[in-house]
């Protein structure tokens, strides 16, 4: 897996909406347990699955990092789903495979 810094057109890009997408920052809140005030991709990787798994480096609220896993099916079979979330990252942890 390379690891790729996100850029603001490359959400739209890959597929999957990371930024400005309410359903998915509701699901990230949910799952952390509170609201952000900041939430803002920072850097990916990829994973071929059947369909593709996008591990993101998320910054939240200034200096808070958080690393999402959000699996994406075929074109043929649907959106994009929330499947982990791992809290207490730094800037400087890397982005790696989590369950």
């Given at each position: 897996?390379?690891?790729?810094t996100?850029?603001?057109?490359?959400?739209?890009?890959?597929?999957?909406?990371?930024?400005?997408?309410?359903g998915?920052?509701?699901?990230?809140?949910?799952?952390?347990?509170?609201?952000?005030?900041?939430?803002?991709?920072?850097?990916?990787?990829?994973?071929?699955?059947?369909?593709?798994?996008?591990?993101?480096?998320?910054?939240?609220?200034?200096?808070?990092?958080?690393h999402i896993?959000i699996?994406?099916?075929?074109p043929?079979?649907?959106?994009?789903?929330?499947?982990?979330?791992?809290?207490?990252?730094t800037?400087?942890?890397?982005?790696?495979?989590?369950?």
């Open positions: 897996m390379g690891t790729y996100i850029v603001g057109w490359a959400c739209t890009l890959l597929g999957v909406r990371l930024d400005g997408t309410p998915l920052r509701f699901d990230v809140e949910k799952a952390v347990g509170r609201e952000f005030e900041e939430y803002e991709a920072v850097r990916f990787r990829t994973q071929v699955v059947v369909g593709m798994n996008y591990y993101v480096k998320m910054r939240v609220d200034n200096t808070d990092y958080i896993r699996y994406v099916p075929p043929r079979l649907g959106g994009s789903t929330l499947t982990a979330v791992r809290t207490g990252k800037e400087q942890d890397p982005i790696e495979y989590f369950d």
